[in-house]
C-alpha cells in the first residue's frame, strides 16, 4: 500500500513539470481507483487487481551530477508473463522522454552498454524478474539539488500474448556537484600512443613477402633443374679408314724421311698405314694381325677385294723390311708409297673415290663406310 501511495504522490509532483526540484511535505495523498497516469508513464494495470506483478524497487538516495545511477526493480510474476519484451519505451516515447528532462534525468541509450539489463528465474508457476534501469541525472544548474526521479514504464507480456505497462515509484534523491569546494584538480591523464594503420605499407610488405616466396621458389626449381642428371653428349662419329688412311700417307709424303736417309723408318709407316686402314675397313685388328692371318681375313670379304694380290705383295714386301732386315732403296720407299695410295683408293667405296694425286686424296671429304669394296 506504501508503493501505490508513492505512485500517487509522485503523479501529483509530476503534474507540476519543473517543480519537482523540491520533495513535498505533508502527508501522502490516498490513492484512487484510477490508473497511475503521468507525463513519463501510463500503467494499464488495474488498481488493486491480483494479475499486478509484485514489484520491490530500490535506487540511491543520493548522486553526484553526470554519474549512472541505477534503479534496481524485482518483479514477482506468473513464469507465462515476460518483463520488457520491447524494452522500456512506449508509443509516447518522444512526450515521456522530455518530461524524463523536466525532471532533471536521462536515459542513456538502450543499445549501449548501459541500456535495462533482464534477468529471470522460474520457480515452479511463479517467476522473478530482476531488472536494472540506468539513468542520469542532469540538473540544470550547478549546485545541490533534491530530485525525483518519475515513473519509469516497464512492459509486460501476459501469457495471452497482451502487452501491459507497469510504472515504477517515484524516487527522491539528493544531487551534488560532482566537484566539491575544495576537492583539487586530478591532473590529466597521459597521453596515449596514437596507433594508425599504415595500409600502403602493410600492402608493400605483403607484396615484398610474395615476391621473396616466389624468387625464393624459382631459385630453388632452378637449382635442381640446373643438377638434374643430363645426357651425355655422344661421341662424334669416326672418321673414315681411308681418310685417315690417306691423311698418314700424305703426312709420310712430306716428312721427307727418304732426304733424310731414314728409309726404314718410311717404310715402317707406310706399312703401318696400310695395316690400320685394312684392319678397319674389313674388320680385323691390322697392327696385331700377321700378313697370313690379314689374307686370310681378306680372303673371305664378299664381293672380292680388286687388289687383293697387290695387298698381299704389299704386305709380305714389308714384312722384309721390318723383319728381315731388308734396307729399301730411295725408288722402293717412293714405289712402297706410291702402291699404299693405290691400294687405299682402289679399295674405298666408289662414291668415296678420290683423285689420282696423293695431295688431292689427303683432302679429300670424310663420309660413312658405304658401298662396295
Request: glycine share 8%; hydrophobic share 40%; aromatic share 4%.
Given at each position: 500500500?506504501?508503493?501505490?501511495?508513492?505512485?500517487?504522490?509522485?503523479?501529483?509532483?509530476?503534474?507540476?513539470?519543473?517543480?519537482?526540484?523540491?520533495?513535498?511535505?505533508?502527508?501522502?495523498?490516498?490513492?484512487?481507483?484510477?490508473?497511475?497516469?503521468?507525463?513519463?508513464?501510463?500503467?494499464?494495470?488495474?488498481?488493486?487487481?491480483?494479475?499486478?506483478?509484485?514489484?520491490?524497487?530500490?535506487?540511491?538516495?543520493?548522486?553526484?551530477?553526470?554519474?549512472?545511477?541505477?534503479?534496481?526493480?524485482?518483479?514477482?510474476?506468473?513464469?507465462?508473463?515476460?518483463?520488457?519484451?520491447?524494452?522500456?519505451?512506449?508509443?509516447?516515447?518522444?512526450?515521456?522522454?522530455?518530461?524524463?528532462?523536466?525532471?532533471?534525468f536521462v536515459l542513456p541509450n538502450p543499445?549501449?552498454?548501459?541500456?535495462?539489463?533482464?534477468?529471470?528465474?522460474?520457480?515452479?508457476?511463479?517467476?522473478?524478474?530482476?531488472?536494472?534501469?540506468?539513468?542520469?541525472?542532469?540538473?540544470?544548474?550547478?549546485?545541490?539539488?533534491?530530485?525525483?526521479?518519475?515513473?519509469?514504464?516497464?512492459?509486460?507480456?501476459?501469457?495471452?500474448?497482451?502487452?501491459?505497462?507497469?510504472?515504477?515509484?517515484?524516487?527522491?534523491?539528493?544531487?551534488?556537484?560532482?566537484?566539491?569546494?575544495?576537492?583539487?584538480?586530478?591532473?590529466?591523464?597521459?597521453?596515449?600512443?596514437?596507433?594508425?594503420?599504415?595500409?600502403?605499407?602493410?600492402?608493400?610488405?605483403?607484396?615484398?613477402?610474395?615476391?621473396?616466396?616466389?624468387?625464393?621458389?624459382?631459385?630453388?626449381?632452378?637449382?635442381?633443374?640446373?643438377?638434374?642428371?643430363?645426357?651425355?653428349?655422344?661421341?662424334?662419329?669416326?672418321?673414315?679408314?681411308?681418310?685417315?688412311?690417306?691423311?698418314?700417307?700424305?703426312?709420310?709424303?712430306?716428312?721427307?724421311?727418304?732426304?733424310?736417309?731414314?728409309?726404314?723408318?718410311?717404310f715402317d709407316r707406310v706399312s703401318d698405314?696400310?695395316?690400320?686402314?685394312?684392319?678397319?675397313?674389313?674388320?680385323?685388328?691390322?697392327?696385331?694381325?700377321?700378313?697370313?692371318?690379314?689374307?686370310?681375313?681378306?680372303?673371305?670379304?664378299?664381293?672380292?677385294?680388286?687388289?687383293?694380290?697387290?695387298?698381299?705383295?704389299?704386305?709380305?714386301?714389308?714384312?722384309?723390311?721390318?723383319?728381315?732386315?731388308?734396307?729399301?732403296?730411295?725408288?722402293?720407299?717412293?714405289?712402297?708409297?706410291?702402291?699404299?695410295?693405290?691400294?687405299?683408293?682402289?679399295?674405298?667405296?666408289?662414291r668415296q673415290a678420290a683423285p689420282a694425286?696423293?695431295?688431292?686424296?689427303?683432302?679429300?671429304?670424310?663420309?660413312?663406310?658405304?658401298?662396295?669394296?
Amino acid at each position: 500500500m506504501k508503493v501505490r501511495e508513492l505512485s500517487l504522490a509522485a503523479a501529483a509532483l509530476l503534474g507540476a513539470g519543473p517543480a519537482l526540484a523540491a520533495i513535498p511535505s505533508g502527508p501522502v495523498p490516498q490513492p484512487s481507483a484510477a490508473p497511475v497516469e503521468t507525463p513519463t508513464c501510463r500503467e494499464s494495470f488495474p488498481v488493486g487487481g491480483s494479475s499486478r506483478p509484485l514489484v520491490t524497487e530500490k535506487f540511491p538516495s543520493t548522486g553526484k551530477a553526470g554519474q549512472a545511477l541505477v534503479l534496481d526493480l524485482v518483479l514477482e510474476h506468473g513464469k507465462g508473463e515476460t518483463v520488457l519484451p520491447g524494452g522500456t519505451s512506449s508509443e509516447n516515447e518522444n512526450d515521456q522522454t522530455r518530461a524524463l528532462e523536466s525532471a532533471g534525468f536521462v536515459l542513456p541509450n538502450p543499445k549501449g552498454d548501459a541500456g535495462p539489463k533482464l534477468e529471470t528465474t522460474v520457480t515452479g508457476e511463479r517467476a522473478r524478474s530482476h531488472l536494472t534501469i540506468t539513468v542520469v541525472a542532469l540538473p540544470k544548474k550547478s549546485g545541490e539539488h533534491a530530485l525525483v526521479l518519475p515513473p519509469l514504464p516497464v512492459a509486460v507480456a501476459r501469457a495471452s500474448g497482451e502487452v501491459r505497462t507497469l510504472c515504477t515509484s517515484p524516487h527522491p534523491i539528493t544531487i551534488q556537484e560532482p566537484n566539491r569546494p575544495g576537492d583539487r584538480p586530478k591532473q590529466n591523464p597521459k597521453g596515449l600512443r596514437q596507433r594508425e594503420e599504415w595500409t600502403a605499407l602493410k600492402h608493400a610488405a605483403i607484396g615484398l613477402a610474395v615476391a621473396a616466396a616466389v624468387f625464393a621458389l624459382g631459385w630453388w626449381l632452378s637449382t635442381l633443374w640446373k643438377r638434374r642428371p643430363k645426357p651425355v653428349v655422344p661421341p662424334p662419329p669416326p672418321r673414315p679408314p681411308w681418310d685417315v688412311a690417306l691423311e698418314e700417307l700424305f703426312d709420310v709424303r712430306h716428312a721427307r724421311l727418304v732426304e733424310q736417309g731414314r728409309f726404314a723408318e718410311h717404310f715402317d709407316r707406310v706399312s703401318d698405314a696400310v695395316r690400320r686402314y685394312l684392319g678397319a675397313r674389313y674388320g680385323f685388328d691390322g697392327l696385331e694381325t700377321t700378313t697370313r692371318e690379314a689374307m686370310s681375313a681378306l680372303r673371305k670379304v664378299t664381293p672380292r677385294i680388286a687388289v687383293l694380290t697387290e695387298v698381299q705383295a704389299f704386305l709380305e714386301n714389308a714384312d722384309l723390311v721390318k723383319f728381315a732386315k731388308l734396307t729399301p732403296t730411295e725408288p722402293e720407299c717412293e714405289d712402297a708409297l706410291s702402291r699404299a695410295e693405290e691400294i687405299v683408293k682402289r679399295t674405298m667405296p666408289e662414291r668415296q673415290a678420290a683423285p689420282a694425286t696423293a695431295d688431292a686424296a689427303a683432302a679429300a671429304p670424310s663420309t660413312k663406310t658405304g658401298g662396295a669394296p
